[in-house]
């Protein structure tokens, strides 16, 4: 079975630009989370999605934005990058629902770099 | 607000003795915990979590974890190290009320010399 898929895999911006960021859950999940992580720490919680409607969000600035589609895939959108952004961008999904305890299932993440 | 505390930043252990990676939590309500590793070049993958219960968990790769609600403690334990252990491990919380956040630790990383 195909796990969590991330695209692109590396991905270089210039500060003040967009970019857009895309994952596929397993089939059957139906919830997708985003993190953030930075070399030297853990994960850092950026938004939750269930049936494609946004069931948390991280403290993260409206730069941030994501959705999730009918197929249950999502994409993550950052505005007007930072230099501060450049870290690496996790997916993960899981059954989700009412099941709160359903542990998450992590994409290889997309590289992202900004100069 | 919820946190995880991962203390050691590195934990080294010699094939065959028994390892332990400590983590300890605050959140609001009833916890649920996990651990996950992280092997060079490769995505975070599940180990084992709390949900309710017994409060030892076993999970893969022979791991096991105490959940230990005084001590709001949630540490990974193994009975033999093997070389292969060596990875980056992660503890999370997440709160019973709240579906959408997970909460990660800053990791530990695990060393086992042969």
């Known amino acids: 079975d195909a796990g969590v898929t991330q695209s692109p895999t590396h991905l270089i911006k210039t500060r003040g630009q967009h970019v857009t960021l895309r994952c596929s859950p397993i089939s059957g999940h139906k919830s997708v989370s985003w993190y953030q992580q930075v070399l030297g720490q853990g994960p850092q919680f950026i938004f939750q999605?269930?049936?494609?409607?946004?069931?948390g969000r991280g403290n993260f600035p409206d730069r941030f934005s994501a959705r999730q589609f009918p197929n249950y895939s999502s994409e993550l959108n950052v505005n007007a990058l930072l230099l501060g952004d450049s870290a690496l961008y996790l997916c993960?999904?899981?059954?989700?629902?009412?099941?709160?305890?359903?542990?998450?299932?992590f994409g290889p993440g997309t590289r992202l770099t900004v100069l | 607000a919820q946190s995880v505390a991962q203390p050691e930043d590195q934990v080294n252990v010699a094939e065959g003795n028994p390892l332990t990676v400590k983590c300890t939590y605050s959140?609001?309500?009833?916890?649920?915990l996990f651990w996950y590793v992280q092997y060079p070049n490769r995505g975070l993958q599940f180990l084992l979590k709390y949900i309710t219960g017994d409060n030892l968990v076993k999970g893969s790769y022979g791991f096991e974890a105490e959940f230990n609600k005084s001590q709001t403690s949630f540490h990974l334990k193994k009975p033999s190290a093997l070389v292969s252990d060596s990875a980056l491990y992660f503890c999370?919380?997440?709160?019973?009320?709240?579906?959408?956040?997970?909460?990660f630790g800053d990791g530990t990383t695990l060393t086992v010399k042969p």
């Open positions: 993960a999904s899981s059954l989700g629902g009412a099941q709160f305890y359903n542990e998450q299932f």
């Open positions: 999605y269930y049936e494609k409607e946004e069931r």
């Open positions: 959140v609001s309500g009833n916890p649920y």
């Open positions: 999370a919380v997440r709160a019973n009320t709240n579906a959408g956040k997970s909460t």
